[in-house]
């Protein structure tokens, strides 16, 4: 079984700031199964970048996915005031996987 | 618009049966794409329970299954799960989604649609 591990688990920034997360799977993953969730209190998760680089429909061109093989990151250019929140990614091998995830909290 | 709407009782027993059900509307259950469970304990992160596809086939968590069973009834555009054995480990949050194909070379896959949650107490 895939295990992915995020880092940092929280990341205090201030709105404008850059916000770099972090998804490591523990062995070489499939591209086309990398996902990336943003969950704010209360509310279900929202898909943020699937595929390890494309944006979900309505998500602004400030959140930007990269990576391959192990190594994933979320980039969030500029933190705008409804950004901070928790961040998963996930990724399919024989089951769905989640990250622990990251908290962007205001700083 | 598609939406996913949880539903089941928010009190179970130990021991007893955890029964959810996920109507899903704005599309047809048939139409290609599989359908979720996942939870939350609370203050967690999300795990994922399993999947169905609207001909069956269902793929379950490894650390789940034996308890588990996810099925569709198409006739009513649902799907439902079914957890046995509960214990308050099982307390969460439940939430129903939609895994649909974005196509591309090779095919990319990714949770685009999810029910509000239904919180689910184990307690005797």
């Known amino acids: 079984e895939i295990v992915l591990t995020q880092s940092p688990g929280a990341l205090s920034l201030s709105p404008g700031e850059r916000a770099t997360l972090s998804c490591r799977a523990s062995q070489s993953v499939s591209s086309r199964y990398l996902v990336w969730y943003q969950q704010k209190p209360g509310q279900a998760p929202r898909l943020l970048i699937y595929?390890?680089?494309n944006r979900a429909t309505g998500i602004p061109d400030r959140f930007s996915g990269s990576g391959s093989g192990t190594d994933f990151t979320l980039t969030i250019s500029r933190l705008e005031p409804e950004d901070f929140a928790v961040y998963y990614c996930?990724?399919?091998?024989?089951?769905?996987?989640f990250g622990q995830g990251t908290k962007v909290e205001i700083k | 618009q598609v939406q996913l709407q949880e539903s089941g009782p928010g009190l179970v027993h130990p021991s007893g049966t955890l029964s959810l059900t996920c109507a899903v509307s704005g599309v047809s259950i048939s139409n290609g794409d599989w359908w979720n469970w996942v939870r939350q304990s609370p203050g967690r992160g999300l795990e994922w329970i399993g999947e169905?596809?609207?001909?069956?086939?269902?793929n379950y968590n490894p650390s789940l299954k034996g308890r588990v069973d996810i099925s569709v009834d198409k006739s009513r555009n649902q799907f439902s799960l079914s957890l046995t054995s509960v214990t308050a480990a099982d307390t969460a949050v439940y939430y129903c989604a939609r895994d649909r194909s974005y196509g591309g070379d090779p095919e990319e896959w990714a949770f685009d649609i999810w029910g509000r949650g239904t919180m689910v107490t184990v307690t005797s």
């Open positions: 595929g390890v680089s």
């Open positions: 996930q990724h399919f091998d024989t089951s769905w996987t």
């Open positions: 169905t596809f609207h001909s069956g086939n269902p």
